[in-house]
C-alpha cells in the first residue's frame, strides 16, 4: 500500500452529552463527559493507518499531557509523527457538545501549537511530502501552511486531498491544487453557494466546483450517502444504530485516502470511506471509533 501523509491538527476532545445545547448564560446539567484523541488532521490520520496505509502525520504539539496522548494514539494506530514540540504552547483541545437524542455535535477548536504552523515549516517538511502517493489537509491549521503543502504536493505529483472543514474562504488558486475536495453540505454551500438538498443540487455544487479548478469534487451528505462527481449519490453504509456522528467525517477521508493509497479507484475508495464512516458512527468517540480495515472489509462482504 503507498503513503498518506496528513497534514493536521492534533485536539484533545472533550466530549459533553446532554439533551440539548444551554443558552448564553445559562448552566445545565449533562449526562456525560469523556476526555480523548481528536482533530480532524489525527482522526484522518488514524482512520487511514487502521485501513492498512503507511501514514505520516505532520503537525505540532506542546509538551503537556494532551501531547502524551497524541502520541500515544498514533503509536496504537500505527501513524509515524513529524512533530515538533513546542516547550512555550499547549496542544490544542475542543470542546464537543453532543446531542443525545440524535448524536448531533457543535465543537469549539482551540488548535493551541498548531496554530503556529506555517508555509516554512511546509518546506522544512517538503521530503516528508513529496514521500506520499496521497497527501490529505484540511482548515484546522493555519490556511497558508495547507496552501503550501498543496503546492509540494502537487509539483510531485501526488494525489491531493483537501477536506474544507471547518468552513472558510479560500485563498485564489488553492482549489486548483486539489485533486479531490471533500465539503459536507455546509462547507459546499460556503464554497459555492449551493445549497445541497437532492442530487440534482449536488450535480450542481459539483459543476460549480470543477469551475474552480477541482479535479473532483465528492460532497459528503450525512446519511444520506456521498455525490460523487461523475457517478452520482453514493448510499451512505449502515453498520448499525447511530452513537455519535462527530468523527464520520474524518473517517470518510481517511478510509478515502487509504483506498486511493491501495490504488482503488474513486468510486471504490468513496465506497471504501462510506464504509469505514458506517462503522465509525457506531462506537463513541472520534480516533477510538475509527475501524480496522478488516471490520471495513467485512462490513461491504457481507
Known amino acids: ?126 521530503d516528508v511530502i513529496r514521500s506520499a502517493s496521497v497527501f490529505v489537509t484540511q482548515l484546522e491549521q493555519p490556511m497558508d501552511a495547507a496552501f503550501r503543502a498543496l503546492e509540494i504536493a502537487r509539483a510531485a505529483g501526488i494525489t491531493t486531498i483537501l477536506n474544507p472543514a471547518p468552513a472558510a474562504e479560500l485563498p485564489s488558486g488553492m482549489l486548483t491544487l486539489c485533486d479531490y475536495v471533500t465539503p459536507n453540505e455546509t462547507e459546499t454551500e460556503e464554497l459555492t453557494g449551493i445549497a445541497v438538498n437532492s442530487e440534482q443540487d449536488g450535480a450542481r455544487a459539483s459543476a460549480a466546483l470543477r469551475n474552480m479548478g477541482v479535479g473532483t469534487p465528492i460532497i459528503t451528505l450525512g446519511e444520506r450517502g456521498v455525490y460523487l462527481d461523475g457517478h452520482g449519490l453514493v448510499p451512505a453504509v449502515n453498520a448499525g444504530p447511530v452513537v455519535e456522528t462527530t468523527g464520520a467525517g474524518d473517517a470518510f477521508n481517511g478510509g478515502f485516502a487509504a483506498a486511493l493509497a491501495n490504488g482503488s479507484g474513486p468510486l471504490e475508495a468513496v465506497k471504501i470511506g462510506c464504509a469505514t464512516a458506517g462503522i465509525s458512527v457506531t462506537r463513541a468517540g472520534t480516533a477510538p471509533s475509527m475501524p480496522s480495515r478488516a471490520e471495513v472489509e467485512a462490513l461491504m462482504s457481507g
Open 1 to 126: 500500500m503507498g503513503g498518506v501523509v496528513v497534514l493536521g491538527v492534533f485536539v484533545a476532545d472533550t466530549a459533553y452529552r446532554a439533551v440539548r445545547m444551554p443558552r448564553m448564560g445559562e448552566t445545565i446539567l449533562g449526562n456525560t463527559f469523556s476526555l480523548g484523541p481528536g482533530g480532524k488532521g489525527s482522526n484522518q490520520a488514524v482512520a487511514a493507518a487502521r485501513m492498512g496505509a503507511d501514514v505520516t502525520m505532520i503537525t505540532k504539539l506542546g509538551r503537556d499531557d494532551f501531547a502524551d496522548m497524541a502520541l500515544k494514539t498514533w503509536a496504537e494506530a500505527g501513524v509515524k509523527p513529524h512533530v515538533e514540540q513546542l516547550a512555550d504552547n499547549y496542544t490544542g483541545a475542543a470542546y464537543i457538545f453532543i446531542e443525545e437524542a440524535t448524536g448531533d455535535n457543535a465543537i469549539i477548536i482551540a488548535p493551541g501549537a498548531a496554530a503556529t504552523i506555517s508555509a516554512a515549516d511546509m518546506d522544512k517538511a517538503s
